[in-house]
Nanobody, 116 residues
Framework: QLQASGGGLVQAGGSLRLSCVAS????????MGWYRQAPGKQRELVAT???????TTADSVKGRFTISRSSAKNTVFLQMNSLKPEDTALYYC????????????WGQGTQVTVSS
């Protein structure tokens, strides 16, 4: 359902762009987003975007990360600038159908490592 890519190793201050492609006949009406989980910590929201383009961004990344979505609505991007070592985590793509209690899917995760 979800295929994420774009993670890697970058120095502090650098940039990365994550992509996640979704498949399914309900993708266009679904919200998509990015969550992250660092070792020993709980998974946390990074940013989400609805089918109408309404975004939510965590305070910890506001002003540095930007979420966007393709015109076909099946791909979500996370542009990450001014990366910090504390951004190091496994980043997960999420797809959620707002009209279904069960259609909540997760990608396999892509590792982002920021060196100081």
């Amino acid at each position: 359902q979800l295929q994420a890519s774009g993670g890697g190793l970058v120095q502090a201050g650098g940039s990365l762009r994550l992509s996640c492609v979704a498949s399914g006949n309900f993708v266009s009406i679904s919200a998509m987003g990015w969550y992250r989980q660092a070792p020993g910590k709980q998974r946390e929201l990074v940013a989400t975007i609805t089918s109408r383009g309404i975004t939510t961004t965590a305070d910890s990344v506001k002003g540095r990360f930007t979420i966007s979505r393709s015109s076909a609505k099946n791909t979500v991007f996370l542009q990450m600038n001014s990366l910090k070592p504390e951004d190091t985590a496994l980043y997960y793509c999420n797809l959620k159908d707002p009209y279904s209690a069960t259609r909540n899917y997760w990608g396999q995760g892509t590792q982002v490592t920021v060196s100081s």
